[in-house]
């Protein structure tokens, strides 16, 4: 069986489908309107992409319905730098390191023992 690539009324497919890179002006994929600076705002998709044979898929989103992407608080901002922070700081020598400490040894290449020095 092969998917169906082209059924702009979704007569067939049962949802309007688009081949890759033909979809309509007023249509956005999440990362296109990511990269505009806006979200689905909620909305369900009103189409969609495929490509590859079908094995490939991307759902369009209405851009007039998109709302504005939000930002974070202050707070938000606050506790992200801080869980950050606590997956930089050895568990041994407590030193915050420029790297991500490897959770399998939760230690620093330093204290690691047979780590590189």
Known sequence: MTAVTYDPTGAEAGFPTFPFRMAPDGLATRRQLRA???RPGGHDPVAQILWRRGKRIAYLYRLDLAA???TATPA???AIA???R???TC???EQVKPYYIPRRTG???DCT???AR
Do not use: F, V
């Open 76 to 78: 938000q901002r606050e």
């Open 68 to 70: 504005p992407k939000r």
């Open 91 to 93: 568990r041994h020598c």
């Open 107 to 109: 230690s620093c290449l």
């Open 86 to 88: 606590a997956r930089r």
């Open 36 to 38: 505009a600076g806006l």
């Open 113 to 115: 023992p047979g780590g």
């Open 82 to 84: 801080k869980a950050l």
